[in-house]
């Protein structure tokens, strides 16, 4: 059982001590003492109100000095005096013993524990390439010391992708799941509605039920990106079952994932033959209609000064095109369906188009020779 500390460390892996690697004395290594999961102290837990409460017995203070002593541990006595890691030592055998690592997130204490140090954060990384974190390892028995530490295990590990080639592992992919729902947009939401009914206007071809649900996510990822899982993590389980994420380019650990911002748009993969081209003109036909919206480094433009007071017309017209409100859509529907047509106010719409503005490039000085370009 671990100890209730006030930073939650992550039980991460193990460390195969042999005797004569451990510098420990022949009365240390041979007590009943050590015949027990101990935990290794630090003097200022004792005194810090933060401190872990060990629910454990811990190692005599001279056997942790011949312990820590050991060049091979070297990275972790210094992660452990930083207050990175939390250590848990047992002797199995006349010449076995087995040391537990619990790892800090990165992602917590930053106020109380220092994150900067660079050192650390080499020695980090170093220990997760070559921990174990085989359960088997944790729990004491001697591992195959000619094959290595086991390495981690992620959740989502399937041991028949090893040996897929690119097209199988293409072929695995889950199909497109659109949800229009999530869509926000109003605009890109209907016509998310009309690419999954294959209702659009201007398309007389019936899309089948794949070139559907491509051509809406397609749309969705366009309107609505949402964010993702950064790349570099994997999500992988700690000796108790629980999940944390790992980037062993960085070294990095965290309790909690890391999200980034999606990009608008993707990459339509389609096998030839399977209407990648009408895929794309549905997605056109099908956003025709959708207004233009400003950047968000500039956004929209502010409301015009006008030399006199315009009619309420012409200013909810002017309101509409700078928000990006999909119109065309609205009045077409009301055509088509009710047989409805507004030309007054389509007519101020187009009189009173969106815009923003872009700023003026920086001047620079110019240089005292002439260029010899135009």
């Not at 990822?221 to 994997?234: C, F, H, I, M, V």
């Not at 006199?308 to 509409?320: F, G, R, T, V, Y």
């Not at 507004?342 to 002439?370: K, Q, S």
Request: glycine letters at 6%.
């Amino acid at each position: 059982m671990a100890p209730s500390p006030a930073y939650h460390y992550i039980p991460v892996g193990s460390v195969s001590i042999l005797r004569d690697q451990s510098h420990l004395g022949a009365d240390y290594w041979g007590s009943d003492h050590l015949r027990q999961w101990v935990w290794l102290s630090r003097a200022t837990d004792i005194h810090h109100p933060g401190a872990p409460a060990y629910t454990q017995p811990t190692i005599p203070d001279e056997a942790q000095r011949q312990l820590m002593g050991s060049p091979e541990l070297s990275h972790y006595r210094r992660l452990f005096q930083h207050k990175w890691a939390n250590l848990q030592f047992r002797v199995h055998s006349a010449n076995h013993g087995t040391l537990r690592v619990y790892l800090l997130p990165d992602d917590v204490a930053h106020r109380a524990i220092d994150r900067a140090d660079v050192g650390l954060q080499r020695a980090k990384q170093s220990i997760l390439n070559s921990i174990d974190y085989s359960a088997s390892g944790w729990n004491g028995n001697p591992p195959d010391m000619s094959a290595g530490p086991v390495p981690y295990q992620t959740t989502d590990m399937d041991t028949n992708t090893q040996e897929m080639t690119l097209l199988q592992l293409f072929n695995r992919l889950n199909s497109p799941s659109p949800d229009p729902d999530i869509v926000s947009n109003a605009g890109a939401q209907n016509g998310m509605y009309s690419l999954l009914k294959s209702r659009i206007d201007g398309l007389k071809t019936d899309l089948y039920p794949h070139q559907r649900r491509s051509s809406a996510l397609m749309l969705q990822k366009e309107s609505q990106p949402g964010q993702t899982l950064d790349p570099r993590l994997q999500h992988v389980r700690d000796q108790n079952g629980e999940g944390w994420y790992v980037d062993l380019v960085t070294g990095s650990i965290l309790k909690e994932p890391r999200y980034y911002d999606g990009i608008s748009g993707g990459i339509l993969a389609e096998e030839m033959g399977s209407g990648k081209t009408l895929i794309c003109l549905a997605l056109i036909l099908a956003t025709k209609q959708v207004s233009a919206s400003a950047p968000e480094i500039y956004g929209a433009g502010h409301a015009p000064t006008r030399p006199k007071i315009a009619s309420l017309a012409e200013m909810a017209a002017s309101c509409a095109n700078r928000n990006s409100v999909p119109w065309k859509t609205y009045f077409d529907s009301y055509a088509s369906e009710y047989g409805y047509e507004f030309p007054e106010c389509v007519n101020a719409l187009e009189r009173n188009p969106g815009y923003y503005f872009v700023p003026a490039p920086e001047t620079r000085r110019c240089a005292r020779h002439r260029s010899q370009y135009p």
